[in-house]
């Protein structure tokens, strides 16, 4: 089945202590990228990655960081998170430039 | 100015009848547009992309583009309580790969 698996769906950690979101396609896509969503401001992007190795900053990238070492993987990392990025994250990808696979989503709290 | 803006609502419309969602852009270089639906705590689905202005029609919906207003609609045709959503307009923005996401429109089609 085709499909963008994120792991974990849900997660509640302390603020500083890094974590690691992971996100993986078996399509093949080229195109991947991180969302969050939070109430009354939508879906934002964080990062995207067009192809192994090439990654680009969305609207929101600020304490996170990204990596895409093989095709079919990209994590989102939060080196020290805060409170702030309590949110619902998102990872979607797909072959071209229309996003149409999206993860189920992972809930995130930073206490 | 939001890059890409929505009327948040709630809409409401009665069953069967013709829900039209709007949303504005301000980036006039961005040429993709993309309308999702999300059901509350889901992931969003791609519901229709639209490159050039004009209709573009697929069963009950239709996206309209304007480029010259710089704005995006769809009218859902026959709506049905199950069409009840949030409805997300997006658009490729800053020139490059970044997708930037409308805060979205909660539609309600009532009984």
């Known amino acids: 089945e085709a499909q963008v698996t994120q792991n974990p769906r849900y997660l509640i950690t302390v603020t500083g202590k890094k974590l690691t979101v992971t996100c993986s396609q078996n399509?093949?896509?080229?195109?991947m990228s991180w969302y969050r969503q939070d109430p009354g401001l939508g879906l934002r992007q964080i990062y995207y990655?067009?192809?192994?190795?090439?990654?680009d900053k969305g609207d929101v990238p600020e304490g996170y960081k990204v990596s895409r070492k093989e095709k079919r993987n990209f994590p989102l990392i939060l080196e020290s998170p805060s409170p702030n990025q309590t949110s619902l994250y998102f990872c979607?990808?797909?072959?071209?430039?229309?996003?149409?696979?999206f993860g189920q989503g992972t809930r995130l709290t930073v206490v | 100015q939001k890059e890409v803006e929505q009327n948040s609502g709630p809409l409401s419309v009665p069953e069967g009848a013709i829900a039209s969602l709007n949303c504005t852009y301000s980036?006039?270089?961005?040429?993709?547009f993309f309308w999702y639906r999300q059901y509350s705590g889901k992931s969003p689905e791609l519901i229709m992309f639209?490159?050039?202005?004009g209709d573009k029609e697929d069963g009950r919906f239709t996206a309209q583009l304007n480029k010259a207003s710089q704005y995006v609609s769809l009218l859902i045709r026959d709506s049905q309580p199950s069409d009840s959503a949030t409805y997300l307009c997006?658009?490729?923005?800053?020139?490059?790969?970044?997708?930037?996401f409308g805060t979205g429109t909660q539609l309600k089609v009532e009984l």
């Open positions: 979607a990808s797909s072959p071209n430039l229309v996003i149409a696979f």
């Open positions: 399509m093949n896509h080229e195109y």
């Open positions: 990655s067009m192809n192994v190795e090439v990654t």
């Open positions: 980036d006039r270089g961005s040429q993709s």
């Open positions: 639209i490159y050039s202005n």
């Open positions: 997006a658009a490729f923005t800053g020139g490059g790969n970044k997708l930037t």
